[in-house]
């Protein structure tokens, strides 16, 4: 997700938080695994990996600190799972704090 010009300045936010649906149930040989990414605009990264719950909403708090990363430029937050195959997630109140 690219944010817009005027939402990139998160000077005053700690942490980007959001929750996130799995539908399927648990393969215990292969879990959903859900990596979130936030991009600076000098290309600096913060990053976090989670293991999605089976049916049910998983909690993901992303800090926005460390390894020089700028919170005044945010650009861009992505979000990958890691499958082999096609995966469905639905996601619910994405906001910083």
């Given at each position: 997700y690219s944010l817009p010009s005027r939402w990139r300045n998160l000077s005053w936010a700690r942490?980007?938080?959001?929750d996130v649906y799995n539908p399927s149930g648990m393969n215990w040989k292969n879990p959903w695994k859900l990596k979130v990414v936030a991009f600076?605009?000098?290309g600096k990264r913060t990053w976090q990996?989670?293991?999605l719950k089976p049916k049910d909403?998983?909690?993901i708090s992303l800090p926005l600190t460390g390894g020089?990363?700028?919170r005044r430029?945010?650009?861009r937050i992505v979000i990958?799972?890691?499958s082999d195959s096609t995966r469905t997630i639905h996601i619910d109140?994405?906001?910083a704090r």
């Open positions: 942490r980007i938080e959001l600076d605009s000098r990996r989670f293991i909403w998983t909690h020089g990363f700028n430029s945010v650009s990958k799972v890691a109140g994405l906001l």
